[in-house]
């Protein structure tokens, strides 16, 4: 009788056995995917940070004392009025002084032909 007790005993310690060794794998297992899932939130922690600093440097850029509201600070005190007179006013100075070389060449021209039509009548035929 002990026999079959301790045989039976023997049975439920192999089946233990074998359980604890299926247990050992899954063990295993869930070390490997604890191990990846340290690593993957490692590399969310890291890429958050860098987010963030992005948006740091954003919010550096764009606010009050920051690159692009000085562009726009300067642009708003640009002169861009005076610059479209000035600039009508030498595009104007510009076609006068053309127009009085044009003039100028024109008269240069007949006095060139008056002067020549009146020597070549002194000099004659």
């Not at 590399?43 to 562009?71: H, M, N, Y």
């Not at 000035?86 to 021209?109: C, M, P, Q």
Request: with cysteine.
């Amino acid at each position: 009788m002990t026999e079959k007790i301790l045989a039976g005993l023997v049975q439920e310690l192999k089946g233990v056995a074998a359980t604890q060794k299926i247990q050992g794998t899954d063990i295993k297992e869930l070390t490997k995917a604890f191990s990846s899932m340290s690593v993957h939130n490692e590399q969310l922690r890291s890429t958050q940070s860098q987010v963030t600093a992005l948006w740091e440097k954003f919010d550096q850029s764009c606010g009050p004392d920051g690159v692009i509201s000085k562009i726009r600070d300067h642009q708003a005190h640009c002169p861009k009025e005076e610059l479209d007179v000035f600039k009508v006013d030498i595009v104007e100075k510009h076609n006068r002084i053309w127009s009085t070389i044009g003039l100028l060449a024109i008269i240069y021209a007949t006095t060139l032909a008056v002067v020549v039509s009146t020597v070549a009548k002194w000099v004659g035929p």
